[in-house]
């Protein structure tokens, strides 16, 4: 699934950084550009390293545009 609409990155490239240790948007956003530009994906890159840490499922990634909490509190 494309995550950042402005640079065409996919979430395979968020999940590909996570394996390298980015924790924060802002790491991957320092790492990739991702999250960097209008801020539209941020949300999703949040629920994507929440999923990598084991605090969200993929089913809570596509329930996020509903408005829902995209990670657990």
């Known amino acids: 699934m494309v995550v950042c609409h402005c640079l065409a990155l ?3 490239t968020i999940r590909e ?7 924060t948007v802002d790491d991957v956003v320092a790492q ?6 209008c801020g539209g994906c941020r949300p999703t890159i949040e629920a994507l ?4 840490q084991g605090l969200a499922t993929p089913v809570e990634l596509v ?7 995209l990670i657990p509190k």
């Not at 950084?17 to 924790?23: E, Q, S």
């Not at 990739?32 to 530009?37: E, F, I, K, L």
């Not at 329930?63 to 909490?69: I, M, Q, S, V």
Request: glycine residues 18%; proline residues 11%; contains cysteine.
């Open 17 to 23: 950084l996570c394996t390298d240790g980015p924790v």
């Open 10 to 12: 996919n979430d395979r």
């Open 32 to 37: 990739c550009g991702a999250g960097g530009r």
């Open 63 to 69: 329930e996020a545009p509903t408005g829902k909490p």
């Open 49 to 52: 390293l929440a999923e990598h």
